[in-house]
Nanobody, 120 residues
Framework: QLQASGGGLVQPGDSVRLSCAAS????????VGWFRQAPGKEREFVAT????????IYTDSVKGRFTISRDNARNTVYLQMNSLKPEDTAVYYC???????????????WGQGTQVTVSS
């Protein structure tokens, strides 16, 4: 089971850290990605981290604000989100892939999402 958590209602400029925890699977065996889906929009890539080297990819809109990291000892991947903007409002999902990349279709195992709402 894969579970994203840590979302909530925050104000513009605030920070939030999302967690993606796995049970029954070892996250270190997978590349892990974060995606988001806003109402009425398609699910979009946010960030991904490779399973061994820790190589990362970010979508342009979050570069310099978001940081993806992993703690294999805790079997958890994090998404630190700083300087949040209203346009970051979405349901955030983590997902697993055996291939490293940003395309949604590369990820075959998805967890439940967590809502992040950025509003004043």
């Amino acid at each position: 089971q894969l579970q994203a958590s840590g979302g909530g209602l925050v104000q513009p400029g605030d920070s939030v850290r999302l967690s993606c925890a796995a049970s029954g699977r070892t996250l270190s065996s997978y590349h892990v990605g974060w995606f988001r889906q806003a109402p009425g929009k398609e699910r979009e890539f946010v960030a991904t981290i490779s399973r061994r080297s820790g190589q990362t990819i970010y979508t342009d809109s979050v570069k310099g604000r978001f940081t993806i990291s992993r703690d294999n000892a805790r079997n958890t991947v994090y998404l630190q989100m700083n300087s949040l903007k209203p346009e970051d409002t979405a349901v955030y999902y983590c997902a697993l892939s055996l291939s490293f990349g940003a395309r949604v279709e590369m990820y075959g195992y998805w967890g439940q999402g967590t809502q992040v709402t950025v509003s004043s």
